[in-house]
């Protein structure tokens, strides 16, 4: 009970000073959006009243946009540079919309016509000439990014060792070799998205991700991993919109290696799903199927057959703010029935960028937090231990998050990770935290 709320009151904090920062500091919350929206109405009667009346029409597209309503900004700003042509912010503007709307043509054309303007400030130039270039980018048949940090990581339980050995029948049984042992050593993050356009109207591609993460003690050569991770499949439209409902189906391996040995290989089949709701809420989903097998086959009892599925819903209450929460539930059929078990849970976090005001920083920074919450119930008795009773483990896993961006290519990045987990059998129970200074590079 008191790793539940030790865990659980050190999450709910870290997530209060995040939620109340982004509140802080943020004008256009719930509230305020309900403002604008009625400020929008009273502008749409009076352009009923004053069609022509460039104040009022700035102003409606002005407020359209802070409630990324662009359909409706875009179509007012077309209407002003009717009535005036010499008017390049609007322009600038209008290419912005289209650019947010991931209508690229347009936007390269309004964008475009800035430039042209002889007496263009060089701070709205080279903004222009940011935008152009992602354009560029955004519509090539093929898009890489790739995104690589490494670090110092302290860890306080860097073997994963249990806090204390249960004496059971058959003798004391730790998890990993030896309790719990702290150290510090380097984290390799190394991650690629590769699209491929399908040339399609709807902006379908084929998506391919890759990710490497390896972790190295300087003592605990127990703690040290390897994991790859690499998914590949189309993301298709179920209808004729851009921004419609999207399915992908995807083919996914896994493999995990400790202490220099290989652990075990996954794969698996399954679908993601994504839908956007409103201008501010999305729906997504994530279901998968798979095996995964041990390498050691000294450990063929925990090879098994996954089920793994998510659903969660994405909400942006204000530009720089986005707020998510996420269902779990996973289960594996194991060989050895004992290590059958059944996995729930729910997630939650928070994405907050800011600008830092500081002159030699040309990028925004990030804060992030997140609370995990999960139970998992194995259906057989533990013979191993000695129990005859199933297992039942609850664990509780806070992480913050801040990036330190520099430029676009460059940042510092600081993560706090904890894991608090009780179980009913003594063994399994362990606690760890650790602390994470990495340098980031993207590409």
């Known amino acids: 009970m008191r790793h539940y709320l030790k865990s659980i009151a050190l999450a709910i ?29 009273e502008l749409f009667q009076q352009l009923q009243e004053t069609p022509d009346s460039l104040p009022v029409m ?9 409630l990324e309503d662009y359909e409706a900004a875009i179509s007012t700003m077309e209407r002003m540079l009717i009535y005036r042509q010499d008017l390049p912010a609007i322009r600038r503007e209008l290419g912005v919309a289209y650019f947010n709307l991931g209508s690229y043509q347009a936007a390269q ?54 806090e204390g050995l249960l004496d059971t029948p058959i003798g004391a049984l730790p998890i990993i070799d ?5 150290d ?6 190394l991650a690629m998205s590769h699209d491929y356009d399908l040339q399609k109207p709807n902006n379908d591609i084929w998506r391919t991700t890759a990710s ?29 919109e851009e921004f419609g409902p999207k399915l992908r189906p995807y083919l996914d391996f896994k493999y995990l290696g400790v202490d220099d040995d290989g652990s075990y290989v996954q794969s698996a089949l399954g ?31 925990f090879d098994s057959f996954r089920s793994e599925n998510k659903l969660g819903l994405a909400y942006v209450p204000a530009r720089d703010t986005i707020l998510r929460g996420t269902l779990i539930l996973e289960h594996e059929q194991a060989k050895d029935f004992e290590n059958t078990n059944t996995e729930f849970g729910i997630r939650g976090g928070i994405d907050y960028k800011y600008e830092p005001g500081l002159s030699w920083v040309s990028t925004e920074w990030q804060a992030s937090a997140s609370l995990d919450l999960r139970g998992r119930i194995f259906t057989g008795s533990q013979v191993s231990t000695g129990n005859t009773s199933g297992r039942q483990d609850f664990d509780v896993t806070p992480a913050i998050s801040h990036i330190f961006g520099i430029n676009q290519n460059f940042a510092v990045q600081f ?29």
Do not use: W
């Not at 700035?58 to 802070?66: D, G, M, R, T, V």
């Not at 510090?184 to 993050?189: F, H, L, N």
């Not at 956007?276 to 998968?288: H, I, K, Q, Y």
């Not at 399994?428 to 935290?433: E, G, K, M, R, T």
């Open 13 to 41: 904090v870290s997530l209060a000073c995040f939620v109340t920062a982004a509140s802080a500091q943020t004008p256009t919350l719930t509230s305020n959006r309900e403002e604008l929206r009625a400020r929008q109405s």
């Open 58 to 66: 700035s102003l409606y597209a002005k407020i359209s946009i802070e």
């Open 109 to 162: 054309l309004y964008l475009e016509q800035v430039l042209e303007q002889p007496d263009l400030p060089d701070e709205v130039r080279v903004n222009v000439q940011a935008y152009l270039a992602e354009i560029e980018r955004r519509t090539q048949e093929n898009r890489l990014q790739f995104v690589a940090s490494a670090g110092i990581i302290h860890s306080t339980n860097a073997n994963f060792g249990p």
């Open 178 to 182: 030896g309790e719990e042992e702290s």
């Open 184 to 189: 510090t050593g380097v984290r390799v993050i």
């Open 212 to 240: 490497f993460l390896g972790i190295r003690y300087f003592d605990v050569t127990e703690g040290s991993l390897e994991l790859i991770q690499f998914r590949t499949g189309p993301r298709l439209s179920l209808d004729t």
């Open 271 to 301: 679908v993601e799903y994504i839908r956007t709701l409103s201008p501010t809420m999305s729906l997504f989903g994530d279901a998968g199927v798979g095996f995964r097998r041990q390498l050691d086959r000294a450990q063929s009892g």
């Open 415 to 443: 993560d706090v990770n904890a894991l608090y987990r009780e179980s009913n059998i003594q063994n399994f129970d362990l606690d760890n935290v650790s602390l994470t200074l990495s340098g980031v590079y993207k590409l």
